[in-house]
């Protein structure tokens, strides 16, 4: 459905969660290096689980040869800076989610060339952010909503339980 991009992420629990995610969601998972971790990180696949196996998983050396791989996609950057509020953008199938690393964010020159297409996910106080892998599980289930969950089962596991 989506593509996530992980700029530079440095908490290896973060991106084993995110890998959980993106396997629920179908969303595939963009990587660019440096990664603060290994990805044979025994934190990293126990915080994925198993789910290494069922996620699109793709490796970069730098944000630009994301761009140059998907000239003609839509990329929304998520930070705290961001004018407009996530759940404003409208969502399609294919977008690009781009999320910066857990410490800085997105590089400022990559939020002033894109102004109009940064996102913020609100707050209330001095809060200075959510944790990374809760913002991404955020942005990918507004854009799965507002995409009417085409192509999932929206049902209850109804079987799982004695309702009367």
Known sequence: MFNIVLVEPEI???TGNIVRTCAATGCA???????????SDKYLKRAGLDYWK????????????VLKKFPSSSFYFFTTKGRK?????????????????????LPEEL????????????????TRSLNLSNS???AVYEGLRQNDFKGF????????????
């Open 12 to 14: 290896p629990q973060n």
């Open 29 to 39: 998972l963009h990587l660019v290096r440096p990664l603060g971790f290994e990805v």
């Open 54 to 65: 069922d996620c699109n998983i793709l490796y970069y050396d730098g944000f630009d040869e």
């Open 85 to 105: 509020r996530y759940s404003d953008a409208a969502f399609r199938d294919g977008d690009f989610l781009v999320f910066g690393k857990e410490t800085r964010g």
């Open 111 to 126: 939020l002033k060339k894109n102004g109009d297409r940064c996102l913020r996910i609100p707050m209330i106080g001095e």
């Open 136 to 138: 991404v599980a955020l």
């Open 153 to 164: 089962k929206t049902e209850g596991r109804l079987h799982d339980l004695d309702w009367d």
